[in-house]
Structures are given as structure tokens and as C-alpha cells.
């Protein structure tokens, strides 16, 4: 939210700010009680996030693996569980050529194609949707 400025009749200026800001302005101004409220509620949005499906806890190694891809997620995760192009493709039933791309991003997955990708590196299928949403056909 922007913060409101309202000049007085004397040429004094207030700022008016959402509470979430004023609290966040407190914590960096060190204020240790701000701070503690700051987390609690960084902490709730986040909770809500994940029940909501928006968001999601990836577990260590999975992040990991996906940061050792070279800029592909789909790589690192491949590799970590020791598959080549081919045997991921074979399994999700589409040809290495179209994986390559995937893996690549220069093609578009459906849904349908990476939640079978998901079961060909033995994923949690949320993970990887949450992970690719932004180029994902359809969705």
C-alpha cells in the first residue's frame, strides 16, 4: 500500500500508512517488539499461503538438486535421481527431443505433461507446478 500524505492547514505533512507498514518500519528501526509482531505475521501469510496451495515447503534436497541444473530445475532434479533425457521422456510417454526442450525451456509443458514428468523423477506433482506455473500451457 502507498502511503497517504496529508498536508494540514498549517503546512504540516502526515503520512498515513497501513498498520503492516508502520509495524515493518518499527522492526527496521530496530524495535524489538515490532520485530517479533513482524515474524509472527510474516510467519501467518506464509501458513495461509501453503494452506491455500499458493506456496510450498520444498524439502533441502530437492533444492539443491535443482539449484546443480545449470539453470534448469528439471535438470538438477533429472540428474539427482540419476535418469538421462530419454528414460524421463520414455517414461512420461512424449520423445526425448520434446523433453529436451522442456528441460531447456524453449518448450511450453501442459499440465498433463508435467505432472508426468513429476511421476518420472518421483515428485510430489504441487511441487513441480508450483515450481513451472509461470510456463505452463493451460494453466
Do not use: N
Not at 33 to 53: K, V, W
Not at 109 to 131: F, H, K, N, Q, Y
Request: proline fraction near 3%.
Amino acid at each position: 500500500m502507498k502511503p497517504q500524505v496529508i498536508k494540514t492547514g498549517l503546512g504540516e505533512e502526515l503520512v498515513v500508512l497501513s498498520s503492516r507498514d508502520y509495524l515493518a518500519l518499527r522492526a527496521r528501526a530496530g524495535d524489538e517488539d515490532a520485530e517479533d509482531e513482524m515474524d509472527a505475521l510474516i510467519a501467518a501469510e506464509r501458513i495461509r499461503d501453503i494452506e491455500s496451495g499458493r506456496d510450498v515447503v520444498l524439502p533441502g534436497w530437492f533444492a539443491d538438486a535443482a539449484m546443480k541444473g545449470d539453470g534448469s530445475v528439471l535438470r538438477g532434479l533429472r540428474k539427482h535421481r540419476g535418469l538421462s533425457q530419454a528414460d524421463v521422456a520414455s517414461k512420461v510417454g512424449i520423445s526425448q527431443g520434446y523433453y529436451s526442450d522442456v528441460e531447456r525451456g524453449s518448450a511450453v509443458p501442459t499440465l498433463d505433461v508435467l505432472d508426468g514428468i513429476s511421476a518420472a523423477l518421483d515428485l510430489d506433482p504441487i511441487w513441480m507446478r508450483c515450481l513451472e506455473r509461470r510456463r505452463v500451457a493451460g494453466a
